[in-house]
């Protein structure tokens, strides 16, 4: 089993930055890629960007250049740098894991909010 805790999120203004964290424990090891998704009201969850377990990137294409995912293996953390926020960025954004054997897990949520 793999836990994820998201923290981070909050509300801020256009043009504004976050950076959100993921915490992971359990089977660290089983992991072989993370991302970050989100999801309106109504709405399919959407990757968001991703880093596998050699590093490599995907990002939404939405979220290039404003958006960066980066990983902590010293303390099992992922992060995402979101700079540039736009309104359309509010939602509800989710840590995910892929793991071996086909499992996958997910954070609680943390919410997002860009408003003026």
């Known amino acids: 089993q793999v836990q994820l805790v998201e923290s981070g999120g909050g509300s801020v203004q256009p043009g504004g930055s976050l950076r959100l964290s993921c915490a992971a424990s359990?089977?660290?090891?089983?992991?072989?890629?993370m991302g970050w998704y989100r999801q309106a009201p109504g709405k399919q969850r959407e990757m968001v960007a991703s880093?596998?377990?050699?590093?490599?990137?995907y990002y939404e294409d939405s979220v290039k250049g404003r958006f960066t995912i980066s990983r902590d293996n010293a303390k099992n953390t992922m992060y995402l740098q979101m700079n540039s926020l736009k309104p359309e960025d509010s939602d509800v954004y989710y840590c995910?894991?892929?793991?071996?054997?086909?499992?996958?897990?997910w954070g609680q949520g943390t919410r997002v909010t860009v408003s003026s």
């Open positions: 995910g894991a892929g793991a071996t054997a086909g499992n996958n897990y």
């Open positions: 880093i596998t377990r050699s590093g490599n990137t």
């Open positions: 359990g089977r660290i090891s089983s992991i072989l890629v």
